[in-house]
């Protein structure tokens, strides 16, 4: 099955967390908001980055990743 990832940017907090995990899939960029939010690169990740990517919502301070399977 293939990964789907999303992120609830409303509750994101720019902590970087995802990005030191799994830079392929996430990027902290500055936004309108004052503070760093997170990008999501690609939403559908090949499996080789299953790990990195559990990894990066693990890890998340704010629990803002959200993996699926399709």
Known sequence: M?????????LCQGHSV???????VFDVVESDEG??????????????LREKVLAAAQYCPN???????E
Do not use: F, N
């Not at 995802?18 to 392929?24: D, K, N, S, V």
């Not at 629990?63 to 399977?69: A, F, G, N, Q």
């Open 18 to 24: 995802c990005l030191g995990e799994c830079p392929e």
């Open 35 to 48: 503070y760093p939010q997170v990008v999501v690169l690609q939403d559908a990740p090949p499996e080789a």
């Open 63 to 69: 629990h803002v990743i959200t993996v699926s399977e």
């Open 2 to 10: 293939a990964l789907k990832v999303s992120v609830d940017r409303e």
